[in-house]
């Protein structure tokens, strides 16, 4: 895995991790009894991006290193997981 390849894992964890923190501790408008004028009641009363996304980092940065490092020191390659082409030989 090269520079390019680790930073696009990163990546594709980072924002699988987000899509799941999202929705915890959800509040809508319509639940906190205030809601905007103009935007939906299912609106976020407060969306903390920022928390989340620290706590996206702080859960992401792990996985990616474990990863990473079977990716790295060969623990599993394709031929591990190739099941089509083992049975067939």
Known sequence: MNLTGGIVLFAVIWFM???VVLPIRFKS???AGEVVPGTPPSAPADAQIGRKAKITTLIAV???AAL??????GGLTIH???F?????D
Request: cysteine-free.
């Open 68 to 73: 990473a490092g079977v990716i790295l020191f």
């Open 29 to 31: 408008q319509e639940e």
């Open 17 to 19: 991790v987000f899509f």
């Open 84 to 88: 089509y082409h083992r049975l067939h």
């Open 80 to 82: 591990d997981i190739d």
């Open 62 to 64: 792990p996985i990616w």
